[in-house]
């Protein structure tokens, strides 16, 4: 029977300066040892990938650089003078794909969940409303968005009728709706039904009534579940926005356009590329950081 | 004797909230030790600790001698030779009950998938189970799937079985069920740790109870003594609470 009972000994220190918890003793030198080893790994293998970065980084320089059509390539898309000319215009339509970027992106989330809901009502009394819905997810999620933006672009105002608007900032916003209320409604839908039936079951056994349960039960579950999903679409979002310069409307990509057909240089076309890519960096991060905080709190709980 | 666990000085805290202020405990080849301690005490995570689940803030976890809590040793290799098994069942719920019992020994063992199957029908046999072997797990009650999930830890040959409150989510009828498989389990030798309320179970089976308390082993010892006569107010405390709740 080797069954000790030995309360530590030592100095009981308040909170000790390597950030450990009030009431306990300094941390013993085994645990700094292991904690200083913990810390020189991460150090190497961080050193190892900074490096490894480091040397693809300089081959594909090398690799471009002394490629024959290099020189040629170089003016006429990355020339910097180019780019001084171009990116005050462009920075002012990257303005205007903002604006359509957070109202689109508003309306496609009501949109969506609406429609999400209308597809997962049961009963017959719901039938229509229910093919209503899965008609405009299949309408909308099959068409190629720049199809979708040429007929609401170009179709609607040749209707002529009266209150439809015609400026292409409005019309562009609404197709993009179209399209992406029709993906995150399916991506609603899956979540709503990856909530165990179980939840339903108990939420109903309170009392609560479906569309109370529905509400307060299974959407915020629903929701949770899928906001990495909506973040990726999100970040897609955000580069479609580009594409309402097909209307006509002068966003990013137009504003280089233009440059582009004055100059006939291509410069401004990969200007107007990176600050895109600039703008989905920041969400995408955000995206990453959604997903390991929902495969944290998984892990965590106290069952074993 | 030497001791196949050894928990040394494990302190583990969340945040503000310190579990274990230097928990030490060590368990012997063949012996059954049974944790008991208050909802919250920590007995889960001290399971938590000495599976590798969790890194401790301070102290040692020996497995066979060997320091388990040093970084440099490769955590998938010390949880291949430890079974656990948990409140939840946690089988796999696409699996049928033999393959997920077959799982581990041919994917992570290098068994041969004939070999693993005769034994984990001989092991199913023997709780009374073979012919569910091809059964999925949800169609099983609750007491069947926590005898195949023990099954599914003992397949892979294990130096210790550790078992967290695996009959709390159970029905009184199934607990006898469950328990008797792991009764089975340490008459045959089985190294066993495992948390319990089941005060009566613990005086059966265990060779040593624990009570877990504050954040540390507050006292331990045979059974008889720890549960018919303990020495700390605080463990008389404990015990007269369940004894008013009906449990011992
Ligand atoms: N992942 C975690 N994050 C934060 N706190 C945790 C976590 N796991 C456990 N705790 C906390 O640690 C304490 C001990 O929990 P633990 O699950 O070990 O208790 P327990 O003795 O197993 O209780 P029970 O008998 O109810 O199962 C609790 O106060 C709990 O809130
Ligand atoms: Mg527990």
Redesign the pocket.
């Known amino acids: 029977m080797a069954l000790r009972r030995r309360r530590r000994a030592g100095p009981q220190l308040t909170a000790s300066l390597t950030g450990g918890a009030p009431g306990l003793p300094a941390p013993s030198q085994l645990e700094l040892d292991r904690r200083a080893f913990r810390t020189r790994r991460s150090r190497r293998s961080t050193g190892v990938a900074l490096l490894s970065t480091l040397v693809f980084a300089v081959v594909a320089y090398l690799v471009v650089t002394r490629s024959p059509g290099w020189p040629r390539v170089q003016t006429t898309f990355f020339s910097l003078s180019a780019a001084r000319d171009a990116f005050p215009d462009i920075l002012r339509g990257l303005w205007l794909n903002v604006q359509v970027l957070v109202i689109g992106g508003l309306l496609v989330l009501v949109l969506g969940l609406g429609i999400a809901v209308l597809r997962t009502l049961r009963g017959p009394a719901f039938a229509p409303l229910r093919l209503l819905a899965t008609g405009y997810v299949d309408l909308f999620r099959g068409m190629p968005l720049i199809i979708t933006l040429y007929l609401v672009g170009f179709g609607l105002p040749a209707l002529r009728l009266q209150g439809v608007p015609n400026s292409p900032f409005v019309l562009g916003t609404l197709a993009i709706v179209l399209t992406y209320s029709a993906y995150v409604a399916e991506v609603f839908r899956a979540g709503i039904e990856s909530v165990h039936p179980s939840q339903r079951a108990a939420a109903r056994s309170l009392g609560l009534t479906h569309r109370q349960t529905t509400r307060i039960v299974v959407l915020p579950q629903a929701v949770r579940n899928v906001t990495p999903a909506l973040l990726n679409d999100f970040v897609a979002l955000q580069k479609d926005v580009g594409l309402i310069s097909v209307l006509g409307a002068v966003d990013a990509v137009r504003a280089a356009q233009i440059q582009v057909g004055q100059t006939f240089n291509f410069t401004p076309y990969v200007v107007a590329g990176l600050l895109f890519v600039l703008l989905a960096v920041p969400s995408a991060r955000i995206a990453d950081g959604v997903a390991a905080r929902a495969r944290r709190r998984q892990q ?5 | 004797m030497s001791a196949v666990l050894d928990v040394r000085g494990v302190v583990k805290s ?2 503000e ?1 310190v ?1 274990l202020r230097g928990v030490d405990l060590s368990v012997d080849e063949h012996q059954v030790v049974a944790l008991i ?10 399971l ?1 600790c000495a599976s590798l689940l969790e890194t401790v803030d301070d102290g040692q976890v020996l497995l066979d001698g060997e320091d388990v809590t040093d970084p440099r040793v490769d955590a998938d290799a010390v949880r291949r030779r430890l079974g656990v098994v948990f ?1 939840t069942y946690n089988l796999f719920p696409h699996m049928t009950v033999l393959d997920n019992v077959v799982l581990a020994p041919t994917r992570v063992h290098g068994r041969s998938r004939s070999d693993a199957r005769d034994e984990a029908l001989a092991l199913l046999e023997r709780i009374g189970l073979a012919d569910k072997a091809g059964e999925y797990p949800d169609r099983l009650s609750g007491g069947q799937q926590q005898r195949v999930a023990i099954v599914r830890a003992l397949a892979v040959h294990p130096r210790g079985l550790l078992l ?2 695996i009959t709390s989510a159970l029905d009184p009828e199934l607990v006898g069920e469950v328990l008797r498989v792991v009764r089975e389990g340490a008459a045959q030798g089985m190294t066993i740790v495992m ?1 319990t ?1 089941e005060m009566g179970f613990a005086k059966q089976v265990a060779d040593t109870v624990c009570f ?1 308390d504050q954040g540390v082993v507050l006292e331990s010892g045979p059974p008889e003594q720890v549960l018919g006569d303990p020495v700390e107010a605080r463990t008389r405390q404990f015990l007269s609470r369940i004894i008013d709740a009906g449990r011992l």
């Open positions: 965590t709980g106290s069952v074993l | 969340f945040g909230n579990v301690g208050g909802s919250g005490s920590g007995k889960s995570t001290l938590r409140q967290d409150e948390a309320h877990l």
